[in-house]
Each structure stands twice: as structure tokens, then as C-alpha cells.
């Protein structure tokens, strides 16, 4: 199969702060109810990072807890990538600070911007390197604290976010859950779906960006899950064709955790039982590059999961960009 041998997962881990807010507390702060909410979103809560905890702070205590999963010391890592698009500041990346809080050798740390489809796209490069042979072990993270762009005047968005973080490591060889294929794609055509339009070189920080509340995350949410659920589709579709599976050989279904009706939408057009998908969004939110290592920390800890199961990991997010993977566990 193309670009092989594929890498393996050796260990993975999660975190999330915390502090839990739930439904009935955001409704009485932003005009809005529980039963909106979980009817529209199935979120019932979500976590929120604390003020002095930042971005590498949430990946520190998932990648403590993915290194010991796989039973590696952070000396052996070679490579680090942080898939985020709240880092703990612009620059210098969120990896290097991560790097030093683990003490990782002076090894290639970057982070990495694909949004919710973050994890999956830093998967898929982390894999590439492995396989290119200059690396050995790589530590994939996927962290977000969405609290700090979230918009307390806008509804519309501010209820469907929360703060967390998820790990990875993947070595060259040995025992652990084998990657088998991705496949991620983009379209850049629109890119105000879903955006923090202020802060970058088109629109530097200044009073009017501040005012215009440019700063915040801003989406049409309507728009989106159209899109999610048709590029979720085809990328699943795809990346199931070019590795020869028929998707009823799909075990497990680990999808981004936005939304349970996109959930629900993706399981009726791919044909796969709703039962095979694994959600945690109830508790935690749409945690964006975070949220497909969460479910999937959790899910693979499950007893559901057997060796020799065949996972399919999807995911899409601002870009817009989308990602699948397929795991053999
Ligand atoms: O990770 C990728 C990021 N994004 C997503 O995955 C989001 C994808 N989109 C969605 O999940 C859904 O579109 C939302 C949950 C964001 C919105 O659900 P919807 O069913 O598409 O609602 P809508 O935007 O069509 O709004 C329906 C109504 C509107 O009122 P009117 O115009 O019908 O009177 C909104 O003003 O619901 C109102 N509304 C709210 N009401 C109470 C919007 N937000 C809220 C709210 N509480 N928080």
C-alpha cells in the first residue's frame, strides 16, 4: 500500500481541566437553555481551563499520560507536533513549550494548524516522518483552550465549546495499535465559515479589532454541517476504497466531536450503525483538535475495543479542512 510501512500507536492519553460547566450555568449567563442546547447539539457540558492554565499546560498532563501509557520516557522522543489553533501565543510554538515543561531533548517540535481536523492531519505527519526514516518516535498532540476565543455575545457559538486535550505516541515499530492510511483534504474557497478573523497580518491587534469583537471565534453553523457531514462522507468513503475495506468491516467509528445530529447524519449516509460510533461530546463539547484523541483515549480504554478491530477516525473543521484514518488496534 502506498507510503508503507505505517507506524505504530503505542500509547495514547487524555486530559481535560477541571472545572465543569454545564448547561443550566451557561443559561444564566447568555440567553439560552438546556434544552436548546441538548436538542440541537447533545451537549449537556463542557470543561473550561482555568485562568493560569494554558494550551501546553492541558497537552503536558495528556502527553504525561500518553507516555506512560506507552510505557516511553520523554528522552526517547524525537519529534514532537502540536495540533492546535489556541496556542499559548503566537509564536514561539506551543510544541517547543511542551518540549521543555516534558524535558524532550532538543528534537524537531512544530505545531501544527488544521483546526478540528488537527489531530488527524498531525497523525498523518508524524506518520510521514517516521516513515521517511530520520525519526523514531514522535508524541502527537491534539490541545485546545477555546475558552479564550469564545464570544460571550454570541450565542450562537459560545455554547458549543470546551477546553481539553488528547496524545499520542507513534514509533516506527512494536507493540501497539498499527496506523494503516489517511487521507485529508481541504477547500480554502470560504474561509469565514469558520474563523478568528482578528490578530493575524490582515487584521493586526488594534482598538477597532478589539471592538469589533475580531478576536473570537465567528462560524455559520448552518453552513458548516452541511459541509461536515458531505466531506466526512467522501474522505470515510475514500480513504475506505484505497485500503480495499467495505465500510461493514468498520469496527469502531471515532468521529469529531461537534455535534451528536452530525454524528447521526454521518452514521445514516455511510450505512454504519450509529452503535459503532463512539461519542463523548456530551460531556466535554466540541474541543476541536482535541476532540477525536479524547473519544479516542477514552473509547480505546473501553471494552468495546478489541485487538484486532478496525477503527475509522474522521474529522473536519475550519479551512474548511477534513481528515480520516484508519487504525488497526
Ligand atoms: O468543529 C467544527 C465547528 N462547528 C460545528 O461543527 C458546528 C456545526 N453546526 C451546528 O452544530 C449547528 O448548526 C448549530 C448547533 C451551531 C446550530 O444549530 P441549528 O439547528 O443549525 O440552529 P440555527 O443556527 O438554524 O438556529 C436556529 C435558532 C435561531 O433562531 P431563529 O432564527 O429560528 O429564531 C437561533 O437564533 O436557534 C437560535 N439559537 C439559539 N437559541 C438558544 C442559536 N443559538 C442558540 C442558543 N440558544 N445557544
Known amino acids: ?22 448547561n443550566q450555568e451557561l443559561s444564566e449567563k447568555v440567553d439560552t437553555s438546556d434544552e436548546w442546547i441538548r436538542t440541537r447539539t447533545g451537549i449537556k457540558e463542557r470543561r473550561f481551563a482555568a485562568k493560569n492554565e494554558n494550551t501546553s499546560d492541558l497537552a503536558l498532563e495528556a502527553s504525561r499520560r500518553a507516555l506512560d501509557d506507552a510505557g516511553v520516557s520523554p528522552e526517547k522522543i524525537d519529534l514532537v507536533v502540536v495540533a492546535t489553533i489556541t496556542p499559548d501565543m503566537a509564536f514561539p510554538s506551543t510544541a517547543c513549550l511542551l518540549q521543555h515543561k516534558l524535558g524532550i531533548p532538543k528534537v524537531a517540535c512544530f505545531d501544527l494548524e488544521a483546526a478540528c481536523s488537527g489531530f488527524l492531519y498531525a497523525l498523518d505527519v508524524a506518520d510521514g516522518m517516521l516513515s521517511s526514516g530520520r525519526y523514531e ?3 502527537v498532540v491534539g490541545a485546545e483552550k477555546l475558552s479564550s476565543i469564545m464570544d460571550w455575545e454570541d450565542r450562537t457559538t459560545c455554547v458549543l ?22 487521507q485529508c483534504g481541504a477547500d480554502g474557497s470560504n474561509p469565514s465559515l469558520l474563523h ?24 455559520n453553523g448552518r453552513e458548516i454541517f452541511k459541509s461536515a457531514v458531505r466531506v466526512m462522507e467522501r ?21 469529531h ?7 447521526e447524519s454521518l452514521s445514516q449516509r455511510l450505512e454504519i450503525p450509529l452503535d459503532r460510533f463512539y461519542c463523548n461530546l ?23 475495543f478489541k485487538k484486532g478491530d478496525l477503527g475509522l477516525l474522521v474529522a473536519f473543521g475550519a479551512g474548511l479542512t477534513w481528515s480520516a484514518t484508519l487504525v488497526r488496534f
Open 161 to 182: 465549546f470546551g477546553d481539553g486535550a488528547g496524545a499520542a505516541v507513534l514509533t516506527k515499530e512494536g507493540e501497539g495499535a498499527e496506523m494503516i492510511g489517511f
Open 235 to 255: 474522505a470515510a468513503i475514500e480513504l475506505l476504497e484505497k485500503h480495499g475495506f467495505d465500510k461493514n468491516e468498520v469496527d469502531h467509528v471515532i468521529p
Open 1 to 22: 500500500m502506498s507510503g508503507s510501512p505505517r507506524s505504530i500507536l503505542r500509547g495514547i492519553g487524555s486530559y481535560v481541566p477541571e472545572r465543569k460547566v454545564d
Open 196 to 219: 478568528q478573523p482578528a490578530g493575524g497580518s490582515m487584521q493586526p491587534a488594534s482598538q477597532e479589532t478589539v471592538d469589533s469583537r475580531g478576536h473570537f471565534l465567528k462560524m
Open 282 to 304: 456530551h460531556k466535554f463539547g466540541n474541543t476541536s483538535a482535541a476532540s477525536i484523541p479524547l473519544a479516542l483515549d477514552e473509547a480505546y480504554k473501553s471494552e468495546t
Open 257 to 263: 466531536q461537534a455535534n451528536a445530529r452530525i454524528v
Open 137 to 139: 518516535c514522535a508524541l
